[in-house]
T-cell receptor
Framework: EAGVVQSPRYKIIEKKQPVAFWCNPISGHNTLYWYRQNLGQGPELLIRYENEEAVDDSQLPKDRFSAERLKGVDSTLKIQPAELGDSAVYLC????????????FGSGTQLSVL | AQSVTQPDIHITVSEGASLELRCNYSYGATPYLFWYVQSPGQGLQLLLKYFSGDTLVQGIKGFEAEFKRSQSSFNLRKPSVHWSDAAEYFCAVGDSGNTPLVFGKGTRLSVIA
């Protein structure tokens, strides 16, 4: 079974440019998360989806960040415009809140803003 | 406010030696506690988690962790380290059995021969 798939693996852009990250969760997982991991830090939760609804986006910088999860499956995280401080690894994770189901993480998208 | 502190940024141990990685947390309610491992180029992998019951939790790859409420700690241990254990380890706290909300900054483990 495929795990959580993220693309692209790496992205280099100039500041003020837009960028988008894509996540395909494990089949059947209704809960999806986006985390941001800065260099030398632990991941920080940005947004949590239950199916297509964003149930917790309190940590998402809404002035430049947006996310969507159409049809409750794949998700896209967008930054527009990107700033130098946005350089980080963006992680997607999914789970199916059944009993003791655990969270599965993708390998992430490493963003460098120049 | 919720927080997780991992006091050791980097630890080096010899292969076969025992290991203990420290984690202290601050959380208002009874926390769910997690330990994750991250190898270069790999996604985060859950080692173990704790919510209630036995305070000594067994995980994968021979790891265990002990919850000490009085010390607000959840230290990770392994009796004999293997070279393949070299990675970054993160402690996290959450409000449910699957969602780590706040991570520590991580401890990088190096293993020498």
């Amino acid at each position: 079974e495929a795990g959580v798939v993220q693309s692209p693996r790496y992205k280099i852009i100039e500041k003020k440019q837009p960028v988008a990250f894509w996540c395909n969760p494990i089949s059947g997982h209704n809960t999806l998360y986006w985390y941001r991991q800065n260099l030398g830090q632990g991941p920080e939760l940005l947004i949590r989806y239950e199916n297509e609804e964003a149930v917790d986006d309190s940590q998402l910088p809404k002035d430049r960040f947006s996310a969507e999860r159409l049809k409750g499956v794949d998700s896209t995280l967008k930054i527009q415009p990107a700033e130098l401080g946005d350089s980080a690894v963006y992680l997607c994770a999914s789970t199916n809140h059944r009993g003791d189901e655990k969270l599965f993480f993708g390998s992430g998208t490493q963003l460098s803003v120049l | 406010a919720q927080s997780v502190t991992q006091p050791d940024i980097h630890i080096t141990v010899s292969e076969g030696a025992s290991l203990e990685l420290r984690c202290n947390y601050s959380y208002g309610a009874t926390p769910y506690l997690f330990w994750y491992v991250q190898s270069p180029g790999q996604g985060l992998q859950l080692l173990l988690k704790y919510f209630s019951g036995d305070t000594l939790v067994q995980g994968i790859k021979g790891f265990e962790a002990e919850f000490k409420r009085s010390q607000s700690s959840f230290n990770l241990r392994k009796p004999s380290v293997h070279w393949s254990d070299a990675a970054e380890y993160f402690c996290a706290v959450g409000d449910s059995g699957n969602t780590p909300l706040v991570f520590g900054k991580g401890t990088r483990l190096s293993v020498i021969a």
